[in-house]
């Protein structure tokens, strides 16, 4: 079984930037697809970007494309967002997915392991 966990999360003013993290304890990761989602209040969880196992293959959501980046760590068992020119609409509870063998989807429903999330508030 895998257990996530995020950190990194915090305020920050619009257009600055934040790198969150997502640490993986119970086995390795290396074999998974790893994803961001958020939920903002009152919003559905959305999909921000996913990797797949081996770093080669990114996906973003147009919202984020171009601003943020999606890299992981095997060798740590971490998974990393790093978030710039943040604007007040990134504002949202950040969790972190998991998919063993998974091939880079973006459906919520795609992902059996999830954390708990850390929370992103953008200030304007």
């Known amino acids: 079984q895998v257990q996530l966990v995020e950190s990194g999360g915090g305020l920050v003013q619009a257009g600055g930037s934040l790198r969150v993290s997502c640490a993986a304890s119970g086995r390795t990761v290396s074999a998974y697809a790893m994803a961001w989602f958020r939920q903002a209040p009152g919003k559905g969880r959305e999909f921000v970007s996913v990797i797949s196992w081996n770093g080669v293959i990114t996906l973003y959501a147009d919202s984020v494309k171009g601003r943020f980046t999606i890299s992981r760590d095997n060798a740590e068992n971490t998974l990393y967002l790093q978030m710039n020119s943040l604007k007040p609409e990134d504002t949202a509870l950040y969790f972190c997915?998991?998919?063993?063998?998974?091939?880079?989807?973006?459906?919520?429903?795609?992902?059996?392991?999830w954390g708990q999330g850390t929370q992103v508030t953008v200030s304007s």
């Open positions: 997915a998991a998919q063993l063998y998974g091939s880079g989807r973006t459906g919520t429903h795609d992902y059996d392991h």
